[in-house]
């Protein structure tokens, strides 16, 4: 991935900008005419029920003041229930953040306590003579949104996450057992390299200990095939899946593939305790993952994975 590419965080900002910028006109003719009917609670309601129509993906607007009581009633597309005036907000997850003194500010997205699905909130602040005597608040359901799709790309920069500590805590009284891939795995590399290389599978899993592997096919990418001992192991499962063009995204070469294979099944033999329960490869992002005994996990590109020797993995901890 080039350093010019954003991350998830950047992305979820970028959308955050789309919002805000869609709202805030909206929320600021909402504070000029409550600011006009202040402080009488049903004029308020009466402005907010005028003023929802003008977004019609919001599910509910209100009014709550710096202390983070409600004022208003709730007013949603259902209508106006003013028996929530006055219930206290301020441990909502958008009062809980940094408040608005000046301008629009967007919450972080969390789960509705009514609903159970992601929302947002939009927070305004509403002044009178330069004294803020609340915020108006507008709740839309994430999925209601209509945003520009932003597809973040997978950094190749190597990632390491640790496992279950259970399992790390008693990794030398386990021992790696001899399982049919083990005692195959000539042959299962043979037919996982034709499959990536000439029939049109453009990401692996393998896991080692039960001898299955998981694959995805570049023309049928949405259902993974799942390949048992059995299958794993014949090399004539290479007849069901008809030769296929090396796909054109791929950004690990052909001959990388054997490669990268072999070097699974010395991180599987290396050693008795510590050693490799899962590997994949990805040729469309050119990510290796790893999962080691001890339940540590490591990403990085292809390219990176087949630069690193064994004493890389077996000077130090693996998954540590």
């Not at 992305?11 to 600011?35: D, N």
């Not at 005994?293 to 590109?301: A, E, I, K, L, V």
């Amino acid at each position: 991935m080039s350093e010019q590419t954003p991350s998830r965080q950047t992305l979820v900002e970028y959308q955050k900008g789309e919002i805000k910028a869609e709202l805030e006109p909206w929320l600021s003719a909402i504070a000029e005419a409550v600011r006009g009917v202040w402080p009488d609670p049903d004029g308020i309601d009466r402005v907010l029920a005028e003023a929802l129509p003008g977004q019609p993906k919001c599910r509910l607007l209100y009014l709550i003041d710096p202390e983070g009581r409600q004022i208003s009633s709730n007013v949603s597309p259902e209508g106006i229930d003013p028996s929530f005036r006055g219930q206290p907000l301020a441990d909502r997850p958008y009062f809980r953040a940094t408040l608005p003194y000046r301008g629009l500010t967007l919450s972080p997205v969390y789960v509705s306590r009514r609903h159970h699905i992601l929302v947002i909130t939009a927070l305004y602040p509403l002044h009178a003579d330069d004294c803020l005597q609340g915020f108006i608040a507008a709740d839309f359901f994430v999925d209601d949104l209509e945003l520009t799709p932003r597809q973040p790309r997978e950094s190749t920069v190597w990632k390491q996450f640790r496992g279950d500590r259970a399992i790390r805590g008693t990794l030398f009284l386990q021992e790696r057992i001899t399982s049919r891939l083990d005692e195959h795995h000539d042959e299962v590399n043979a037919l996982l390299t034709s499959l990536m290389q000439r029939r049109g599978v453009f990401h692996v899993l393998v896991h080692f200990s039960s001898a299955r592997a998981v694959i995805w096919l570049y023309d049928d990418p949405y259902r993974y095939q799942l390949l048992g001992p059995d299958e794993l192991t014949d090399p004539a499962t290479a007849l069901i899946y008809g030769r296929s063009a090396y796909p054109a995204e791929a950004v690990v070469a052909p001959e990388a593939i054997p490669r990268v294979l072999e070097r699974f099944k010395a991180l599987r033999n290396a050693d008795e305790n510590i050693y490799l329960r899962s590997g994949s490869l990805n040729l469309i992002n050119g990510l290796v993952g790893l999962t080691f005994s001890c339940d540590g996990s490591h990403y990085m590109s292809a390219g990176e994975f087949l630069e690193r020797d064994l004493g890389f993995w077996f000077g130090r901890n693996p998954g540590d």
